[in-house]
């Protein structure tokens, strides 16, 4: 199954729309994104990405509600960092 995950744009590097990227934060898990299929997207938008490519600008609350979902599927599972005291490094 494949899936595009939200994340929030915090950086964006380069100005040419076919060659920008942005640093992008999934719960604290940072990945560079390419920003090519979103030349609107701007610092503190939250995008939809998949396989590194971000295809949709979102609105916070959609990415807040995707994030909910995935978390009771699981699907989350190894994208977040592990927070102290829930199997990550201990506290």
Known sequence: MCLAVPG???EIQGDDPLLRTARVSFGGLV????LTCVPEATLGDY????VGVAISVVDQEDAEETYSYLRQMGELDGLEEPQPGKGGDPP
């Open 8 to 10: 929030k744009v915090i």
């Open 31 to 34: 990945k560079s994104v390419s």
């Open 47 to 50: 995008v939809l990405v998949h």
